[in-house]
């Protein structure tokens, strides 16, 4: 908290509205450890709002990041709605000790 006083949290949500994902993770946890997850949506288009490379997959959305144990949740309220469902099973698989592949994680190749 601002005073320095310390809160034990089991979840964090950070309900922000709309802007850069890295953004906000390098300011809620740091400037590194977004670094190290990359860029968080788009696939890689080689457009001016996608840059590439090629990733084959949304990036860093609903699935394992780099970073072990941190897994993003972002989007409109369809979205959350809808993708609550396919991350909340995936955890819960991982919980169960059962396999879930995941496409690719792919290298950190955008910083902030």
């Known amino acids: 908290m601002d005073d320095g006083t310390e809160l034990e949290a089991d979840l ?7 802007g850069s994902m890295n953004g906000w993770l390098a ?3 740091s400037p ?6 990359g860029k968080c949506w788009g ?13 084959g997959e949304l990036r860093n ?4 990041t780099n ?4 897994w993003i949740h972002g989007g409109n309220l ?3 709605r809808h ?14 000790g059962l396999e879930t592949p995941v496409y690719e994680l792919q290298s950190s190749h955008h910083t902030r």
Request: proline share 9%; glycine share 6%; net charge negative.
């Open 43 to 55: 696939y890689g288009s080689d457009t001016p709002k996608d840059p590439g490379p090629w990733e």
């Open 78 to 80: 369809h979205q959350s």
């Open 32 to 37: 590194e450890i977004a670094d190290r997850v």
């Open 67 to 70: 970073v072990p144990n941190l």
């Open 12 to 18: 964090i949500v950070y309900a922000t509205g709309y």
């Open 61 to 64: 959305m609903w699935k394992p």
């Open 83 to 96: 993708y609550s469902s396919y991350l909340a099973l995936q955890l819960k698989a991982r919980m169960e």
């Open 27 to 29: 300011d809620l946890v």
